[in-house]
């Protein structure tokens, strides 16, 4: 989603991407030049491992996210000017 463009380029057929993807363990490209931060997070939600992927708590509390609001309301004090603000799009989701 940071560079608009399909996560899994060399899959161009629907079949072959949900194949290769189930199947193996690799993960789709992410740009070397995004924030370390963001790296964190983006790795962090793209861990195959279901033992090993946080949740969503533990997500909201990644350095990325400060600043923006949790799903129960809250938002972090805590905001570094300096990273690379996650999309103001983020709101918590109605249903």
Known sequence: MSTAQH????????????YSIAQSQDLPYVPPDISKEMRTFILA?????KEKRPLCSKLWKLEWLKGVASPSGEKSKSINPSLSSPPNSIRKPTI
């Open 45 to 49: 939600c793209l861990q195959r491992d």
């Open 7 to 18: 996560p899994w380029r060399s899959l161009d057929n629907p079949y072959t991407a949900c």
